[in-house]
Structures are given as structure tokens and as C-alpha cells.
T-cell receptor, first 116, second 114 residues
Framework: AQSVAQPEDQVNVAEGNPLTVKCTYS??????LFWYVQYPNRGLQFLLK??????LVKGSYGFEAEFNKSQTSFHLKKPSALVSDSALYFC??????????????FGTGTQLKVEL | DAGVIQSPRHEVTEMGQEVTLRCKPI?????LFWYRQTMMRGLELLIY????????DSGMPEDRFSAKMPNASFSTLKIQPSEPRDSAVYFC????????????FGPGTRLTVL
């Protein structure tokens, strides 16, 4: 079964500092991994995805994620956090496959709070 | 381009009433997803359609929930009868055939059942 785990409910970081939001995955076969962000009272927005290729994936708003096969992790990172990055972040994996279409299985979300 | 459109944005109803949530996917997208988000259960996939055909409805909580997609530009999620535990934010999302992994979410409908 496809699943992702986000071990931290909340991450606090000071503006200007680097941030990391953690995600580990469990899949059968090659992993297709995603990060989405949800701002207050909004729907989720796509940030980035890993399908194949370079282990460091760059996405929107200066975010990047590092795929690590040996640690089955896909952590979201940003070199310098902004207060405006404060939001709820979801890791997701493609599947399980149920006969068509591309279903995503989302993690429980991590609330990122960036403070001045 | 307009994004995914959902209506209403807020709905307050009384237990036992029928509720219909509406979604217009992005033009040209051929996959449509209905999700429910609550504090307790997080984000749950209820059902998804591909080319207007329901593919997986295993997330639909019970027979009180039903979803339809009569054409490529419209879908409904109906709850009949509604119960207080159905209170949640319901999201619709769509994906294009050229990038089936990326889902575009609507703003959601906040449902409160009293």
C-alpha cells in the first residue's frame, strides 16, 4: 500500500533561517512524490513533484525537496524562510492504483510557522 | 484562466436536510476529485472521476453520499440526509490529461450541519 508519513504536526522557524518539513514514504514500486501547500481558507496548491531523475527537485516559491531512496524520505526545504511561507504543507504519493486515473494519498499535514 | 470553481462557498443547514455541492473543473481537465477535510481526519479522498466515469468511490462514507459527473464541466456531491458529523470543508480538484499527477484544487465549500 502507498503511504506517506509527516512526523511533525508543527514546525517553527525564524524568518531568514532555513526550513525543513519532513516526509517519509512507503510504496511498492517506484515512488511518485509530491508536496502541496494550503494557505488559510484556501484549497491546496501544487509545489513540486519527484517522478524520476535528479534527487533534488526545485519547485514554486523557492522551495525544493530532496529525494532519498535509502532513507525513504522526501523532505521539503527552503534556504531562507519568509513569514509568508506560514501555511499547512502536505506530502503526497501517487496511488494506490485502482483501475485508472492518478489518485494521490496525502499525509496528515505539517503546520509551518515562520516568525519574525 | 479560471481555476476550479466551487459553489456555494459556505453552507449552513440543519440535520436531515439535503445538501448539494457543485464543482466546475478547469476546462480541458479530464480527472475530477472530491475531498473532505476535517481537523480530526485530515484530508480524505471521497471519489474521483476520469473522463466523467467514477473510478474509485471507496472513500465515500456511506450511502448518504452520492456524486455525479454528467458532463466534463460539472460535478455534484450530494448528502442526503445530512448529519452534524458531515460538517467539514469539501474540496474539488481537477487534473489535465497532459499532467495527470498535478491536481488543481478549488477554494472549497465549508459545510456546517446543525
Amino acid at each position: 500500500a502507498q503511504s506517506v508519513a509527516q512526523p511533525e504536526d508543527q514546525v517553527n522557524v525564524a524568518e531568514g533561517n532555513p526550513l525543513t518539513v519532513k516526509c517519509t514514504y512507503s510504496v511498492s514500486g517506484n515512488p511518485y512524490l509530491f508536496w502541496y501547500v494550503q494557505y488559510p481558507n484556501r484549497g491546496l496548491q501544487f509545489l513540486l513533484k519527484y517522478i524520476t531523475g535528479d534527487n533534488l527537485v526545485k519547485g514554486s516559491y523557492g522551495f525544493e525537496a530532496e529525494f532519498n531512496k535509502s532513507q525513504t524520505s522526501f523532505h521539503l526545504k527552503k534556504p531562507s524562510a519568509l513569514v509568508s511561507d506560514s501555511a499547512l504543507y502536505f506530502c503526497a504519493v501517487r496511488g494506490p492504483f485502482t483501475g485508472g486515473g492518478n489518485k494521490l494519498t496525502f499525509g496528515t499535514g505539517t503546520q509551518l510557522k515562520v516568525e519574525l | 484562466d479560471a481555476g476550479v470553481i466551487q459553489s456555494p462557498r459556505h453552507e449552513v443547514t440543519e440535520m436531515g436536510q439535503e445538501v448539494t455541492l457543485r464543482c466546475k473543473p478547469i476546462s480541458g481537465h479530464n480527472s475530477l476529485f472530491w475531498y473532505r477535510q476535517t481537523m480530526m481526519r485530515g484530508l480524505e479522498l471521497l471519489i474521483y472521476f476520469n473522463n466523467n466515469v467514477p473510478i474509485d468511490d471507496s472513500g465515500m462514507p456511506e450511502d448518504r453520499f452520492s456524486a455525479k459527473m454528467p458532463n466534463a464541466s460539472f460535478s455534484t456531491l450530494k448528502i442526503q440526509p445530512s448529519e452534524p458529523r458531515d460538517s467539514a470543508v469539501y474540496f474539488c480538484a481537477s487534473s489535465p490529461p497532459t499532467d495527470t499527477d498535478t491536481q488543481y484544487f478549488g477554494p472549497g465549500t465549508r459545510l456546517t450541519v446543525l
